[in-house]
């Protein structure tokens, strides 16, 4: 099939084709996109956060002496920062069906996923939201290692790996506490090798993931304080990894922890292993060795500017030659169905977070991607398989029937709606089968569960 650069660039790279606004014409249009994707006015701060977590801790604390008002109070609180999730995917969902490119949403979807967070308590929902805002959005166009830093010193990172439990053997804190259990936890050092740099298969072992612990010990979150270091829980003395030696000459510093994050992200199996993550999201389940070849030589050539490698990756013949490899996952589902459907951001904006959670976040679920709940610090995985399950699909003909005619006032046409959605790419069996439907809703439906629509 040969599909033009605006339909595959807004179906491949992006959320997928809108009636309210034109697909990207070039690939400059698509890589601008990754610039309009920084934190917006709603942005969420880590100051924020702080003041939210510091205010549950104090009305849980004192509901018991202030009677019956604290206690409703707290309940109260406890309600509204339940539903944060659910405003936040309300927020992710209107910049994803506003964006006119969506290449930049979509590289929030894929670099948030590869730093995988998890918050498990009410009171620090704010705190992943801060760590989108602040690690993930700003830095989706600069170098890797400016990313990698931030992320991996976030306190929702430290707090998602258990960082606060780790405390240097030696350190002068467990010198001074020869009675509290206080040692090493290896979960940051583990997932900064294996995940989020060199990848599971890269050349080191089990020393290197342990020197790399001890260095980062002294990274630490504590809701009261401005100070993410704390050099008393540091471990003293110099720790290797890969075979360069880091601190030991003066007290411990986050400046060593900064460096063999930067050296880390600058590692040839570093290049190697994102560049595969890369083309494996937005291209193919089993991407053509040549795009990994180029986008890894890009990668280390260009020292990890981020916006070099997408350049290449936006520009590649296999974006045409594996046209869709891939299945859409669920976030990216709903929001292409949105798009689809000329529902603008403001409307989304407009409902109540508790029924973007009935209709939306219970959908995801249905899915099989509940929203930021993945099982593991992995993130979500990439294979069709895993999302074309009989319960994800059954799912997903479920939103395509019930959903549309809650979204619009008027179902479009199915035949109008045909090329709105797909434009010239719609297959020769659904052209022949949407015109005979004997409803709006079925053609409409018939559409967005179709395999066309369902995979870029």
Avoid: C
């Avoid at 309210?20 to 709603?42: C, F, N, R």
């Avoid at 890797?144 to 960082?163: C, G, S, V």
């Avoid at 986050?254 to 290049?271: G, K, Q, S, W």
């Amino acid at each position: 099939m040969s599909v033009s650069f605006p339909e595959l660039a807004a179906i491949r790279l992006g959320y997928g084709l809108s009636p309210l606004m034109p697909p990207p014409a070039t690939p400059g249009e698509v890589l601008d996109s990754v610039a309009a994707a920084a934190p917006g006015p709603e942005a969420v701060t880590l100051e924020q956060a702080r003041e939210v977590i510091g205010r549950h801790l104090a009305l849980g604390r004192n509901r018991m002496d202030s009677g019956s008002e604290g206690q409703a109070e707290f309940r109260a609180l406890n309600r509204e920062l339940a539903l944060m999730p659910m405003v936040e995917l309300r927020q992710r969902l209107a910049r994803a069906v506003d964006a006119p490119a969506g290449f930049g949403e979509r590289l929030v979807q894929f670099w948030s996923d590869h730093f995988t967070t998890r918050s498990n308590a009410t009171n620090t929902h704010h705190l992943r939201l801060a760590f989108i805002d602040e690690a993930i959005r700003p830095h989706l166009g600069g170098r890797f290692e400016a990313m990698l830093i931030a992320a991996n010193t976030h306190p929702m990172m430290l707090r998602y790996l258990d960082q606060g439990r780790s405390i240097g053997p030696n350190s002068r804190a467990a010198r001074n506490n020869p009675n509290r259990r206080m040692g090493l936890n290896e979960n940051l050092a583990r997932e900064t090798i294996e995940l989020h740099t060199l990848g599971v298969d890269a050349g080191y072992d089990q020393d290197d993931v342990r020197q790399l612990a001890e260095l980062l010990t002294g990274l630490v979150f504590r809701p009261k304080t401005d100070e993410l270091f704390l050099k008393n829980w540091a471990e003293p003395g110099a720790e290797t990894v890969l075979g360069r030696s880091y601190g030991g000459d003066g007290p411990a510093r986050i400046e060593d922890i900064h460096a063999v994050l930067t050296d880390l992200a600058r590692h040839p199996d570093t290049a190697r292993h994102l560049a595969r993550k890369l083309a494996v999201h937005f291209v193919a389940d089993e991407p053509s060795p040549a795009l990994v070849d180029e986008l890894a030589a890009t990668w280390g050539e260009s020292g990890g500017d981020l916006s070099q490698v997408y350049a290449v990756l936006v520009g590649h013949p296999d974006l045409a030659a594996q046209f869709r490899q891939k299945v859409r996952q669920p976030f990216d589902y709903l929001a292409s169905t949105l798009r689809a459907l000329g529902v603008s951001g403001q409307a989304i904006l407009a409902i109540e977070p508790r029924r973007i959670r009935n209709d939306f976040g219970a959908a995801l679920t249905r899915m099989g991607q509940p929203w930021y709940q993945p099982v593991g610090p992995d993130g979500w995985a990439e294979p069709a398989a895993d999302w074309i399950t009989p319960q994800g699909l059954a799912a997903r003909i479920e939103f395509s029937l019930k959903q549309p005619s809650r979204l619009v006032e008027t179902l479009p046409d199915p035949r109008d709606f045909l090329h709105t959605a797909l434009g010239s790419t719609a297959g020769e069996a659904l052209n022949w089968a949407v015109p005979k439907a004997e409803s709006a809703r079925e053609g409409v439906a018939m559409v967005l569960a179709s395999n066309d629509f369902n995979r870029r």
